[in-house]
């Protein structure tokens, strides 16, 4: 039997099911635009992502970076209003961005104030730890640099060059290196030239003069018109000058006995009561010499054994017997503000030591500080300030510069950080 499928009613109208994307022309359709800046807001999140971490791999190496090796010259001057220059090495790494700004290996001339012990500028001499440079003096406005090409003139206010090196009027032949030029206290910087002759440029003058006669005379067989000048390690005693014809001595406190005193000897008394392990009274050299003149009467001395065969003999038998070669007393640092610097070992044959200041009124010891070795140059400030460059406790190397007040208090002066930028940390 046939059966009938269809549906009982109609089908419904067929409706469109297809739609285009513009629609129909009675009903246009625009496509969705997307907003302006999306893919700039992808782009520029990406670029602030890869830029945050540049600035945290760059930081976190920053904060990372072992600390610069540094160390000392010894050529250093003061300037008229209490400023000390100090020439020094840096080696080491600042980051990423101090490499790229400065280079992290450089001679550098820091100028510290001695009332504070901050540095008021730090400026980069050479880019290369081998090059020739010396503070030689400073007057009110500016310093006197010595380097391997010559004399540089920088303004004490922020360590600007003013003359560059070979370009002072008047030291047109002058030499090259530390060596060829010094300090004369009343006559300025002395300059020695390839010519043999001397010049002079006045502290806070821009240009040199011909020396004076008697300042040539004095300063003849002290300066060499190539090379650089030798450094200058520290140099202790047992017995200095404290001033007139008082002297300060170390002495044992018994006979035999591993440690020692310091007795003064104007009237013998014992500065304090403290003892000390391989004591040594710390010279003062602000004249930067290694030797003392000799006054020694040859004439005489000949005519004495001439006279004397039994004195020839002796001198035959021992050449020193018959000449006191004796060094003079060289002063004691610290004596000009009333003091002196003892350097010892903190425990008998301990490694480390230690330099203490003492009173030369009241024997008290106004302050002590640890080092790692023997105490580098010391000089005299203008303003009764003692400088001494030291190894600190934690480093190998002279790399501190300790500022001793007139009150015998201490404060130390570091060098060679640089901030993120590669500009020196100063703080």
């Not at 081998?130 to 003096?137: I, K, L, S, T, Y």
């Not at 005379?217 to 202790?236: D, P, V």
């Amino acid at each position: 039997m046939f059966q009938d499928f269809r549906a009982a009613g109609p089908l419904p109208p067929h409706s469109q099911l297809v739609r285009s994307p513009y629609g129909t022309p009675e009903h246009p359709l625009e496509p969705k635009r997307r907003p302006r800046g999306a893919g700039g807001s992808i782009l520029g999140f990406a670029l602030l992502m890869t830029a945050g971490t540049f600035v945290a791999a760059t930081g976190g190496e920053y904060l990372t970076a072992p600390e610069p090796d540094v160390m000392l010259r010894t050529g250093i001057a003061f300037s008229a209003d209490g400023l000390a220059l100090v020439p020094y090495d840096r080696a080491g790494s600042g980051g990423l961005l101090a490499e790229l700004a400065t280079d992290v290996n450089a001679v550098r001339l820091a100028a510290v104030d001695l009332a504070t012990g901050e540095t008021k500028w730090d400026v980069q001499l050479a880019d290369e730890l081998d090059q020739d440079a010396a503070a030689v003096g400073a007057g009110e406005q500016y310093a006197y640099i010595a380097t391997a090409e010559g004399l540089e003139i920088r303004d004490l206010d922020d360590g600007a060059l003013v003359t560059g090196a070979g370009d002072v009027p008047g030291l047109e032949g002058a030499g090259t290196g530390t060596a060829a030029y010094g300090l004369d206290p009343a006559a300025g910087v002395v300059a020695l030239g390839f010519d043999g002759a001397f010049r002079t440029v006045a502290l806070d003058a821009l240009e040199a003069v011909p020396a004076d006669p008697a300042v040539a005379e004095a300063w003849t067989g002290r300066l060499a018109a190539e090379g650089a000048a030798s450094q200058l390690g520290g140099m202790t005693t047992t017995e200095a000058s404290i001033g007139e014809d008082a002297t300060v001595r170390v002495e044992p406190t018994a006979a035999g006995a591993v440690t020692s005193r310091l007795v003064v000897s104007e009237d013998g008394r014992a500065l304090g009561t403290g003892t000390y392990s391989e004591a040594a009274i710390v010279l003062d050299q602000t004249q930067a010499t290694t030797a003392w003149d000799l006054d020694l009467d040859v004439d005489g001395l000949i005519e004495g054994l001439l006279e004397d065969p039994t004195a020839a003999e002796a001198l035959i038998d021992d050449p020193t017997g018959a000449i006191d070669l004796t060094a003079p007393a060289g002063t004691a640092a610290g004596a000009a503000s009333g003091h002196v610097l003892v350097e010892h070992r903190r425990t008998p044959g301990g490694e480390d030591y230690a330099l203490t200041v003492l009173d030369l009124d009241t024997g008290q010891t106004t302050a002590s500080i640890d080092t790692t070795g023997h105490a580098g140059r010391s000089m005299t400030a203008p303003g009764g300030q003692t400088v001494v460059i030291v190894a600190p406790a934690d480093g190998p190397f002279q790399s501190d510069l300790l500022i001793v007040a007139a009150d015998g208090s201490v404060d130390r002066a570091e060098f060679g950080a640089l901030d993120l930028l590669g500009d020196p940390d100063t703080h």
